[in-house]
T-cell receptor, first 108, second 110 residues
Framework: KNEVEQSPQNLTAQEGEFITINCSYS?????LHWLQQHPGGGIVSLFM???GKKKHGRLIATINIQEKHSSLHITASHPRDSAVYIC??????????FGTGTRLTIIP | KAGVTQTPRYLIKTRGQQVTLSCSPI?????VSWYQQTPGQGLQFLFE???????NKGNFPGRFSGRQFSNSRSEMNVSTLELGDSALYLC?????????FGPGTRLTVL
């Protein structure tokens, strides 16, 4: 069964802190995505990974294929980073399987 | 390039009615996927269309259907609405495995 687990489910941090959100999965994947969803529902695609590491501004995403694990890091966190972060995956086709999401709150 | 657009953005229906939602993908994208997001179940995959053909389907009842037109625009239809169909319906168009999400249609069933 294709399963995706995210941790933590909720995370509250002070502005400026380094944030790590984790995602693990049970079977091989063809690609992993990191999405950001703000209150109101709008979803932004942050990264798509099949191996290695990607960086965009203060965001860094890594994936370890052998350990079936991915992390999203946010450096110098800011209140505008407050959102739900989701890591859906492709298990060999276009269909995405979603994790439960991590609700991040950054306090000024 | 314009992003993925969805219409309408908000919709209120009553039980038993049917509803049609529309999604216009990013120009050049041929794959359109639909997702349902509810507080209890999170994000769930409904179906995916590519070149006017349904390519993948999630575990939803037959009341949920969709189609894709030759210009890649897609519609999804829900018949005989139930209270539990109240949700945010998102569509995403994709090119080479990267999905670009629309703003969603928030459907409320009374």
């Amino acid at each position: 069964k294709n399963e995706v687990e995210q941790s933590p489910q909720n995370l509250t941090a002070q502005e400026g802190e380094f944030i790590t959100i984790n995602c693990s999965y049970s079977v091989g994947i063809s690609a992993l995505h990191w999405l950001q969803q703000h209150p109101g529902g709008g979803i932004v695609s942050l990264f798509m990974l099949s191996s290695g590491k990607k960086k965009h501004g203060r965001l860094i995403a890594t994936i370890n294929i052998q350990e079936k694990h991915s992390s999203l890091h946010i450096t110098a966190s800011h209140p505008r980073d407050s959102a739900v972060y989701i890591c859906p995956m492709n298990f060999g086709n276009e269909k995405l399987t979603f994790g439960t999401g991590t609700r991040l709150t950054i306090i000024p | 390039k314009a992003g993925v657009t969805q219409t309408p953005r908000y919709l209120i229906k009553t039980r038993g009615q049917q509803v049609t939602l529309s999604c216009s993908p990013i120009s050049g994208h041929r794959s359109v996927s639909w997702y349902q997001q509810t507080p209890g179940q999170g994000l769930q995959f409904l179906f995916e269309y590519f070149s006017e053909t349904q390519r993948n389907k999630g575990n939803f009842p037959g009341r949920f259907s969709g189609r894709q037109f030759s210009n890649s625009r897609s519609e999804m239809n829900v018949s005989t609405l139930e209270l539990g169909d109240s949700a945010l319906y998102l569509c995403a168009s994709s090119l080479e495995n990267t999905q670009y999400f629309g703003p969603g249609t928030r459907l409320t069933v009374l």
